[in-house]
């Protein structure tokens, strides 16, 4: 009897070796001058940037979430990968950190290398956007953890920022100026709640075209997050800016307190900017909450940037310079007295958003 053996168990190693050379070439088009060595080792190494005082390690990990399922679907596999990057590498960057290098984790239960090749194209491409380099990953082949013809991703970011540098800065305060930079759209968030409403609930067909959308559903919906390293950093360069916030799941209400002190609240007026359509469908369709939309989705706004009143028109110069489309939105304001506690003195109480 002839025994068994892991092809026969699911698992193909020619496969993954085909797909490892696949990979390589993606890899080296990432190569900054810090990285040592090439795909295929036990580790990747990246050497410290020269010239730095005190460099600070930055690490940021993050998925696409049921993004995945409409990639699906649609049997779309390239822009998950720049999602996949972008989730991480924009957190990253929050901090002031430059981005170093990417790590990726494909689990599937059948590598389909074709499949996967475009995944990878787009973290290749993911990685070009954000300045940062493919270094290294994991390709998981898993018999029944994953339905056929689907797959899971994690995304790993490393970056470096001097620590003198680092965001936020202590100094936030009332008076500063909130600034917004565009969304692509839903970007990697909010897909459980937009899949209910538009596809299920709906039932609208993936390659329709919609007249409020000017394009098919599916390419709004697969439209991939914008990496806002490059904008962000040089931003930053210029001086002025206090504080950076990914905005995220849990939109402006889940994200911009987060880089806010205590005592102080960000006031945003909603029509200082133009929501994607996307945005309108769900709620019209779902007859979603204003606030439920505010808090599940990013509405329009992907990166805010506080910064001080007297520098705010040379950063949107510097987005605009950059691609972006950036807005004042709003300011920062102290919060109302609260009354005193049983000390005698009053609590500041935690940051929030205020809409106008």
Request: glycine letters at 12%; hydrophobic letters at 45%.
């Amino acid at each position: 009897m002839k025994g068994a053996t892991y092809r026969q168990a699911g698992v193909d190693i020619e496969a993954a070796d085909r797909f490892v050379d696949r990979i390589k070439p993606l890899a080296a088009r990432t190569k900054i001058p810090e990285i040592m060595g090439s795909i295929g080792g036990f580790a990747g190494l990246c050497a410290i940037p020269t010239g730095m005082r005190e460099p600070i390690l930055v690490s940021g990990t993050d998925g696409v979430g049921t993004k995945l399922k409409v990639a699906f679907a649609a049997n779309r596999h390239h822009t998950v990968g720049i999602d996949l990057v972008a989730m991480s590498a924009n957190d990253v960057v929050t901090t002031g950190a430059r981005p170093l290098f990417f790590l990726d984790y494909f689990a599937t239960a059948k590598l389909d290398v074709e499949q996967a090749t475009r995944v990878m194209e787009g973290i290749s491409e993911g990685c070009r956007l954000a300045g940062c380099a493919l270094l290294g990953g994991e390709t998981a082949e898993m018999p029944g953890m994953y339905l056929p013809g689907e797959y899971d991703l994690a995304g790993f970011v490393v970056g470096v920022c001097e620590k003198s540098l680092l965001l936020p800065r202590p100094n936030i305060g009332a008076g500063d100026i909130v600034i917004g930079v565009a969304s692509d759209g839903l970007h990697s968030n909010g897909f459980s709640l937009a899949r209910k409403v538009l596809l299920e609930d709906a039932g609208l067909p993936l390659e329709r075209s919609i007249e409020l959308l000017e394009e098919p559903l599916v390419d709004a919906l697969l439209r991939p997050t914008r990496l806002y390293c490059r904008a962000a950093l040089a931003a930053i360069e210029a001086g002025g800016i206090k504080a950076l916030c990914h905005v995220t799941g849990g939109g402006l209400p889940g994200n911009l307190p987060r880089v806010l002190p205590d005592g102080f609240d960000a006031v945003v007026n909603e029509r200082a900017w133009k929501k994607p359509p996307i945005f309108e469908l769900i709620e019209e369709l779902g007859n979603v909450s204003a606030d439920e939309m505010r808090s599940t989705f990013n509405c329009g706004i992907g990166l805010v940037a506080v910064v001080e009143q007297e520098h705010a028109q040379k950063i949107l110069d510097v987005f605009q310079h950059a691609g972006e489309r950036a807005s004042v939105i709003g300011s920062i304001v102290a919060k109302a007295a609260n009354p005193p506690g049983a000390d005698g003195v009053a609590p500041l109480g935690e940051a929030e958003v205020r809409y106008l």
